[in-house]
């Protein structure tokens, strides 16, 4: 993994350019799955999306950002699917870590992540939770990937409306360590539950997350087995 170089005042304010355009991106998709106009407003708006596709892939990276060391050293991932704010694709998820360790989320999930009728893809909520686990056990100083991760859907998850998704590390063998987290209403009442194996690559080990991703974050290093 590499880690970008902590970015200039140009560079911060490249950024906020790119993460009102991701802003605007993600209401474009909400737009084209709501869109009721008719058939030639369609395939003009499309036409002009292509224009506007092109300008943007005049210069074009090879990959998106990953992980970077933001001002005062705090780590972020501007490109990550999940939380990334310069990533139409992303929510973006605002993961924040409690006192405990434990990882707490706020959202609301858009008409973009429909699945069944007026809920949730179900893919979009395991994706959610896997992000979260992995949150948790990096939270806890076991940093890794997803080995398995298992999911109960209890009820629908509605899109437009405010939910809370939580997570927490249970335990840890060797480079192996299980999470458990859930998407709740406000009240609690969970509507999917999670629970997963990450494991700590090899390379990962004997290495603080700082060392890497800065020693300001307050995030747990990567701890010894
Ligand atoms: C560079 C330093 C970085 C320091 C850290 C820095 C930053 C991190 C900080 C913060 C991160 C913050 C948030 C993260 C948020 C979200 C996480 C998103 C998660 C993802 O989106 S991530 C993408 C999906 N994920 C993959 O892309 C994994 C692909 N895969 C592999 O990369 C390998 O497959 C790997 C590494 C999993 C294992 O490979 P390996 O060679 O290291 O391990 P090995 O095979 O030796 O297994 C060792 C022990 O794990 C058991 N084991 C292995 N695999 C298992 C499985 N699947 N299920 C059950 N058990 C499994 C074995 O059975 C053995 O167990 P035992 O020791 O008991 O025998």
């Given at each position: 993994m590499t880690i970008d170089v902590t970015p200039t005042e140009d560079a911060e304010a490249r950024l906020a350019a790119l993460v009102e355009l991701s802003r605007r991106a993600r209401a474009l998709a909400d737009a084209v799955v709501l869109t009721d106009v008719p058939e030639s407003e369609v395939t003009a708006v499309a036409a002009e999306l292509a224009a506007l596709t092109e300008r943007l892939g005049a210069l074009r990276r090879e990959s998106p950002r990953s992980f970077e060391l933001g001002p005062g050293g705090v780590p972020r991932n501007?490109?990550?699917?999940?939380?990334?704010?310069?990533?139409?694709?992303?929510?973006?998820l605002v993961v924040r870590v409690t006192p405990e360790r434990t990882v707490r989320a706020e959202l609301s999930f858009r008409?973009?992540?429909?699945?069944p009728p007026a809920s949730v893809h179900g893919g979009v909520s395991a994706m959610i939770l896997d992000h979260l686990l992995g949150e948790a056990v990096a939270a806890a100083g076991f940093p890794g990937v997803t080995g398995t991760l298992t999911l109960r859907y209890r009820r629908p998850v509605p899109y437009g409306e405010p939910l809370v998704a939580t997570a927490e590390y249970t335990r840890s063998e060797g480079r192996k360590t299980w999470a458990e987290g859930r998407i709740a209403l406000p009240?609690?009442?969970?509507l999917a539950e999670a629970s997963g194996l990450f494991v700590t690559p090899?390379?990962?080990?004997?290495?603080?997350?700082g060392d890497e991703?800065?020693?300001?974050?307050g995030q747990a290093p990567v701890r010894e087995r």
């Open positions: 501007v490109g990550n699917a999940v939380t990334g704010s310069a990533n139409p694709h992303a929510l973006p008409p973009v992540h429909a699945g009240d609690g009442t969970a090899a390379g990962w080990l004997g290495r603080g997350a991703t800065g020693s300001k974050s």
